[in-house]
């Protein structure tokens, strides 16, 4: 009799969630960790840790199952070592745009509201060097107020390629709908010439349940 009164008294103070059956809305903050790329005859990438930010969209199935989308950007700098075909080496340093669009399948292992998760994703991932790839280019075009106006450009290595996710955190929802979230997510972004690249990235995040 008295396990089924304290197992009554656990079971009324737990707060459950209200996830169930809604949208959610959520704003990261994020680290993305130092890392590096093994290219081909000694070519290298060393990639600086960087503060970045993101958001995600998603709705939850059920209170376990949370589909969503997710964004995140990072603007790192790097070291890269090249190597010409008479083998001499050249460093350049510079600063990258890294910019990931990943759709991720999240699993809460309780229906309170706190719970822990586990996550897994995959989607693209858009990379830029910025060093210019060739001369700068020049389009103009009349403007109705401003009349004939030029402007140069330039374009930059860059490349799109599929990547994917793994992640592991806390959740907490307070009672108004907000809720909070902390992980750490390894991302891998495949490459065609070097070793893929791998990621991790500290989340902190804030959110909406609607």
């Known amino acids: 009799m008295a396990l089924l009164v304290l197992s009554y008294s656990i079971d009324s103070q737990a707060k459950y969630t209200q996830r169930d059956g809604k949208w959610e809305a959520s704003f990261i903050t994020l680290n993305s960790l130092s890392s590096d790329i093994s290219g081909e005859n ?18 939850n199935v059920n209170p376990h199952v949370l589909v969503n989308f997710e964004f995140s950007s990072t603007s790192p700098k790097y070291d890269a070592t090249l ?24 699993y809460n292992f309780m229906t309170e509201q706190f719970t822990p998760f586990v996550q897994a994703g995959a989607g693209w991932s858009y990379l ?30 860059n490349d799109t390629r599929f990547s994917y996710n793994v992640a592991a955190g806390f959740r907490y929802e307070l009672d108004n709908s907000i809720f909070f979230r902390a992980s750490y997510q390894q991302n891998w972004i495949t490459m065609s010439n070097s070793d893929d690249l791998s990621m991790g990235m500290v989340h902190l995040e804030i959110g909406s349940i609607f």
Request: hydrophobic share 30%.
């Open 128 to 157: 830029d060097s910025n060093i210019a790839d060739g001369p700068p280019n020049t389009i103009c075009w009349w403007d109705p107020w401003w009349g004939y106006i030029c402007e140069g450009y330039q374009n930059t290595h």
């Open 42 to 59: 000694g070519s290298a990438v060393d990639i600086d840790s960087d503060i970045g930010w993101g958001f995600t969209l998603g709705y």
């Open 83 to 106: 190597v010409s075909e008479d083998d001499n080496t050249y460093n350049i340093k510079h600063k990258m745009n890294i910019y990931n669009s990943q759709f991720n399948v999240v």
